[in-house]
């Protein structure tokens, strides 16, 4: 535009701003307003809201994001599914071609940042773009409406399985789904994530919870371990016998970090390290029980379940009989009955699931069992099936 300024030189990292526009005219208004944001690396293609959903499912999450509903039957189904493949990080605007004050409001509620109605013009898409960045509001909103989901596995014995579900829960919604996915080892001394996943631990989680008051967004990017393009491991071996109590103080500071960058967290919760976990379970949308099939696991996987129902009455609980059929052990019905609650799922007991915890290549890669043994709680996660029906709402706040 004759008399604009460019934009002014920076020193920080661009970032990645995209839109995808149904016509012409929206195209060319972003692309002159990509150009003059600051530090921003642009990309505007052609296509609409269900076109970012493809691409955001196999590439990283732009910081800025404008999608076009126009023409689309079911917009809010569709912001919805942007939500579920894209990092809660990102700024979405939406664009459209009714000013429609519902249709707005509706959106706004879903943690949209702006609705636009074309034709589009400069300098209402700029300061779009702007509030996206700079107003703290928006952002807020963004981050609480579209927080990443919080699962955490607790094995109610030691040895149970706990640590192999994590692992290839976050491997499977990460590699095979796309999303993008935080897994934190809470076992800082004998913890076995990193083995499991073949990388090696780092000293960037026991500094996190060592002095929480540092934790901020560029000491959590540098305290990941990146196993993978969309999966990032918290994990750490400190010394043998070191048993001090952690800061779950620290730990709720670091998950609210996580839950603002990852579309679902992982948590690996041990029952034997030290670790008070009633916080972490009061701000957890799913607690997955892991058991043995021994009679003392039916006891214990009672008494959590007890424990968590008075904790957060609206977790979503799931009760997993591992190692189901191993020699010995108490049948499904019998462990059901023995600790007073249905079993969700049970994984059978497997020699491929053992190998690919000794190999580093998660076994749910290669097992069609453990795909289908976790299917019911992948489901769930994904919202393929609810077990109740959820408002749109409550389900991107994953609850
Ligand atoms: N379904 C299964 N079939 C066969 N082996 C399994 C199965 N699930 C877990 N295992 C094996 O059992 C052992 C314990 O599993 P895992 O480390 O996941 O348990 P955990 O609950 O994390 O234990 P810890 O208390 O040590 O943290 C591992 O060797 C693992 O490979
Ligand atoms: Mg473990």
Not at 7 to 31: I, N
Not at 79 to 93: E, K, N
Not at 102 to 123: A, S, W
Not at 230 to 238: D, G, Q, R, S, V
Request: net charge negative.
């Amino acid at each position: 535009m004759p008399g604009e300024t460019p934009a002014p030189a920076s020193t920080a990292a661009p970032e990645a701003v995209a839109a995808f526009l149904g016509d012409k005219e929206s195209m060319a208004v972003v692309r002159e307003c990509f150009r003059q944001l600051e530090n921003a690396e642009p990309y505007v293609g052609s296509g609409s809201i269900t076109t970012a959903i493809d691409a955001l499912a196999k590439t990283p999450s732009p910081r800025i994001l404008l999608v076009d509903i126009s023409g689309i039957a079911d917009p809010l189904a569709q912001v919805h599914r942007l939500a579920d493949v894209c990092d809660p990080s990102t700024a979405v605007v939406v664009v459209g071609d009714r000013n429609d004050v519902v249709l707005y409001r509706n959106m706004k509620d879903l943690g949209i940042v702006e609705y636009l109605f074309k034709p589009l013009t400069l300098d209402l898409t700029l300061r779009a773009c702007r509030a996206c960045r700079a107003d703290p509001g928006a952002a807020a909103s963004a981050v609480d409406g579209r927080k990443g989901k919080l699962v955490t596995i607790i094995g109610v014995r030691g040895g149970a399985g706990s640590t192999t579900v994590a692992v290839n829960m976050a491997s499977y919604f990460a590699t095979q789904l796309s999303r993008d996915v935080a897994l934190l080892d809470l076992d800082l001394v004998g913890g076995d994530a990193a083995l499991q996943l073949d990388v090696a631990a780092s000293d960037g989680l026991h500094e996190a919870l060592a002095h929480p008051d540092r934790i901020d967004e560029l000491f959590v990017t540098r305290a990941a371990i990146k196993v993978g393009p969309k999966l990032h491991l918290f994990a750490a071996t400190e010394p043998l016998g070191d048993t001090k109590i952690l800061d779950d103080q620290a730990i709720m500071k670091l998950l609210g970090y996580l839950q603002q960058r990852h579309r679902y967290v992982f948590v690996d919760a041990p029952v034997t390290a030290g670790i008070h976990l009633d916080r972490l379970i009061a701000v957890s949308g799913t607690i997955v029980l892991v058991a043995e099939p021994s009679l003392i696991a039916a006891r214990e996987i009672g008494r959590w379940q007890d424990k968590i129902a008075t904790l957060r009455p609206a977790a979503n609980i799931c009760r997993i009989l591992n190692k189901a059929g191993e020699p010995g052990g108490l049948s499904t019905s019998d462990f059901a009955a023995a600790s007073g609650h249905p079993v969700t799922l049970t994984i059978p007991a497997d020699a491929e699931i053992l190998r690919g915890a000794n190999s580093g290549i998660p076994a749910i890669t290669d097992s069609a069992a453990l795909r289908r043994a976790l299917g019911p709680l992948i489901r769930d996660l994904t919202g393929e099936i609810d077990s109740e029906p959820r408002s749109l709402l409550s389900r991107m706040l994953g609850k």
